[in-house]
């Protein structure tokens, strides 16, 4: 097991599939227990059943403040609390030329992918401040550091995921609740059906090592930054992009 993840609780949005549930797996086999919040109902029942003993389903929508918080309360009456957030939930968007995205599209993305990670920040940052310790740890991307061409609601919105978790960061520096977030490169998951195959080997041609991260490698990633060991870490951003970006 490893050290301050024993018996944490911890919640991941868009845990059924891909990257949260690859942290949702990585998070149990230390100990901890897990709340898959997700708005796709029917994988969160074969996630569940899938990771097993301390993994639970929980129906919410990051859009909806009010699922939101009936979650954190869920947390509250099922767990006793919360301990760790992982803000994984989003989705790529139109690929198209910022000439030609459609608003409805445009407000979509940023309302899921930016939106979201606010709404979810803004109801469990209570719980964690009033036990003195928490980890968030939000899941940006390196078109948040970088842009990437057609584009612009993904890279807008993931550049201002990295800008809330500086700001919630240095708000919470003088308590226990630790806020940091990742910049990973493209990984091979069901996102990629949103993206057209040019955009993928656009992504695949900025990585100097000439592959996708592994779903496990951003996990492995996520559980230090969930666990009591980062302790002097806050505000920051943690690149795992294969080289793309060195900052």
Known sequence: MSDGMQGKRAAITGGAQGIGYAIAAKLLSQGAQVALWDRDEVLLAEAVASLGE????????VTDPDTIAAAVDEAKRTAGGLDILVNNAGIAGAAVPVRDYPLDEWRRVIDIDLNGVFYCCRAVVPVMAAQDYGRIVNIASIAGKEGNPNASAYSAAKAGVIALTKSLGKELADTGVRVNCITPAAAKTRIFD???EEHIDYMLSK???????KVEEIAELVAWLSSEACAFSTGAVFDISGGRATY
């Not at 301390?54 to 929508?61: F, H, K, L, N, S």
């Not at 990585?207 to 991260?213: A, K, L, N, T, Y």
């Open 194 to 196: 949103q993206i057209t």
């Open 54 to 61: 301390g993994a639970r389903g929980v129906a919410v929508d």
């Open 207 to 213: 990585i100097p090592m000439g592959r996708f991260v």
